[in-house]
């Protein structure tokens, strides 16, 4: 589909424009969100050419603003179509709503829901310390018999799409939506509880660190670490980040390995998502 729409606009719009629509063009359920070129007549072309190519879509927003704030949430300019932000998406079985405006979402992390959903055992107790509309938390538990999530997010809008969405996907009694601060909801009821913690907010992972071991049970468990990295030349992004996060767990006396580590995507010149599954070992001395 994306193909077919960019063979399209090739003839319409210059090769740099083109490039730039493409650098973040995602559809999410009926909505596609591109950054549009700044000539309002190519936006318009862009936005035109979407909407014919591919039927379903029934809104484009541009994206006007960086991803920001402690919500991760992002400004969007209609295009074209109805202006309705709230729409359904289906990953892995699992139908989400989502205000694309007022929460944070991406579908470019589909494939790290499924690959963690994947590492998780029968029975297991997850912390998702930043959860957004639930989807790390609604597909690990559609997927695994037996687990237990508890899902916290500090955004009320997100918090109230990721309720909808656990009875939408009926594990209700499994997911256990959390409205807050991770830090503070980890420090008062959740200390010792997880065989594994979830921290994909990588502008506050390393600050939560100290959070996600105390979620940990005294048997020790796994982190699953989100971060940016900036890496240029022979820099690996990955290194950059294990070399930070074994420095912040060396000087918390915690006993670690990684046991995987990769670029889950790029996210700019020189910019990279990186993702370390951290093994924790059995912490002996945790009350
Ligand atoms: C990158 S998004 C999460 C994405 C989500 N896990 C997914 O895969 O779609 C980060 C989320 O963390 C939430 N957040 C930010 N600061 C937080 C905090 N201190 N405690 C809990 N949640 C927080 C934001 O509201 C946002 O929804």
């Excluded at 730039?20 to 035109?48: C, E, H, L, R, W």
């Excluded at 046991?259 to 700019?268: E, K, M």
Aim: charged share 25%; net charge positive.
């Amino acid at each position: 589909m994306r193909k077919r729409l960019k063979e399209k606009l090739k003839n319409q719009l210059s090769p740099e424009a083109l490039s730039k629509v493409y650098s973040a063009f995602d559809i999410i359920g009926d909505i596609a969100i591109v950054k549009a070129p700044k000539n309002p007549a190519d936006a318009q072309t862009v936005a035109k050419q979407i909407m014919t190519t591919h039927k379903k879509i029934c809104a484009v927003y541009s994206q006007t603003s960086a991803i920001k704030g402690s919500h991760r949430t992002r400004q969007l300019t209609l295009l074209a179509g109805e202006d309705n932000p709230v729409t359904k998406y289906k990953e892995a079985g699992c139908t989400f709503t989502v205000d694309v405006e007022k929460c944070y979402f991406s579908p470019r992390l589909s494939h790290e829901h499924l690959r963690v959903a994947s590492a998780v055992s029968r029975g297991e107790v997850v912390v998702n310390m930043f959860a957004g509309v639930g989807s790390f938390s609604v597909i690990t538990a559609r997927m695994v018999p037996e687990t237990k999530v508890y899902s916290i997010d500090i955004n009320p809008v997100a918090y109230q799409f990721m309720v909808e969405n656990i009875r939408v996907n009926r594990v209700y009694n499994r997911v256990i939506p959390l409205l807050g601060d991770s830090k503070e909801i980890v420090e008062a009821k959740l200390q010792g509880v997880a065989d594994r913690v979830l921290m994909p907010l990588p502008e506050k992972a390393l600050g939560y660190l100290p959070a996600a071991v105390s979620a940990l049970k005294k048997s020790g468990g796994w982190i699953h670490y989100y971060d940016f990295e900036h890496a240029v030349g022979e820099e690996d992004p990955v290194e950059k980040t294990e070399t930070k996060v074994a420095e912040k767990l060396g000087s918390l006396g915690v006993r670690f390995m990684f046991a995987h580590s990769h670029v889950v995507r790029s996210t700019g010149p020189n910019w990279y998502q990186t993702v370390l599954d951290i093994q924790v070992a059995p912490q002996p001395n945790k009350l």
